[in-house]
């Protein structure tokens, strides 16, 4: 079935270290993985995503890498800041699925001074 | 530019009651989603609409319906409201219905139902 997996459930940084957010999917024929962020009360907002055909795909401080043998995908997040604290979601279409998005359970990234 | 409008931002309603939600997507954006956002169940699809047609709909009962119209805004109706109906709800909307311009998420509409 459709599935998304997404680790760990929280995460705990020092501000200025790296954080990495895992996702694993249950599709080989995925092909859209979109990563959003949803600050407390607020709506989530797309940050990066990356399509099959691309390995990895970098934006300033972030970056999310595809490994489709292994149908997994990661956000990276580099030099972090308290700004980034916040619930990060991955997701992912399916074959059959048109455009729905299945998302991770999400992960609360906390990051501290 | 606008963003995704939702309306009401809040709602507080009673069991067996109905409820109508309503998303205004971006100017020019065709394709609306609804998503249930719970602590529980996380964010879970409900349909999607595109130039006025039920493209896909999701696993949820059909006391979930939905509706597009000719200007793209799009309405949901829950009706015989349940406790477990409780959810932040949300739409998100893109420009033609594909994957390729992202998909953008409104602030939602927080539905308790008591």
């Known amino acids: 079935g459709e599935n998304v997996e997404q680790h760990p459930s929280t995460l705990s940084v020092q501000e200025g270290d790296s954080a990495v957010i895992k996702c694993t999917y249950s599709d080989s024929a995925s092909n859209y993985f979109p990563w959003y962020k949803q600050e407390l009360g607020k709506r989530p907002q797309l940050i990066i995503d990356i399509r099959s055909n691309v390995g990895e795909k970098k934006d300033q401080r972030i970056a999310v890498t595809l490994n489709k043998t292994a149908k997994h995908f990661s956000l990276h997040i580099t030099e972090t800041q308290p700004e980034d604290s916040a619930v990060y979601f991955c997701?992912?279409?399916?074959?059959?699925?048109?455009?729905?998005?299945?998302f991770g359970t999400g992960t609360q990234l906390k990051v501290e001074l | 530019k606008a963003g995704v409008t939702q309306t009401p931002r809040y709602l507080i309603k009673t069991r067996g009651q109905q409820v109508t939600l309503s998303c205004s997507p971006i100017?020019?954006?065709?394709?609306v989603s609804w998503y249930q956002q719970t602590p529980g169940q996380g964010l879970q699809f409900l349909f999607e609409?595109?130039?006025?047609?039920?493209?896909n709909k999701g696993n949820f009962p059909g006391r979930f319906s939905g509706r597009q119209f000719s200007n793209s805004r799009s309405e949901m109706n829950v009706s015989t409201l349940e406790l477990g109906d409780s959810a932040l709800y949300l739409c998100?909307?893109?420009?033609?219905?594909?994957?390729?311009?992202?998909?953008?998420f409104g602030s939602g509409t927080r539905l308790t139902v008591v």
């Open positions: 998100a909307s893109s420009l033609d219905g594909t994957t390729n311009y992202g998909y953008t």
């Open positions: 997701a992912a279409t399916f074959k059959g699925g048109g455009n729905k998005l299945t």
């Open positions: 609409y595109f130039s006025e047609t039920q493209r």
């Open positions: 100017s020019g954006h065709r394709s």
